[in-house]
């Protein structure tokens, strides 16, 4: 290999680093992304209290905790 070649090599193993370096730092849409993930979580999670809110032991446990709070009289 001659001595051209090898400087050819090397500034393009240079430019395609550097172009690397540039695509890796740039974060546009990383916002996007963070917000998308969190609503993705926050409907999983609205998902699983639905399904939770739906058993008969959870119906009745809240259905007494109105009750009691509604019929509560000071003393």
């Given amino acids: ?13 240079r430019r395609g ?3 690397s370096r540039a695509l890796l730092k740039k974060d546009d849409g990383a916002a996007t992304a963070e917000y998308a ?12 209290l639905v399904v939770i809110m739906r058993s008969d032991e959870v119906r009745e ?4 905790l109105v009750r009691n709070a509604l019929t509560y009289v000071g003393q």
């Fill in 1 to 13: 290999m001659t001595t051209t070649n090898k400087s050819n090599d090397r500034s393009l193993a």
């Fill in 17 to 19: 680093m550097l172009r």
């Fill in 37 to 48: 993930i969190a609503t993705m979580a926050a409907v999983g999670f609205a998902g699983l």
């Fill in 61 to 64: 446990i809240l259905t007494g």
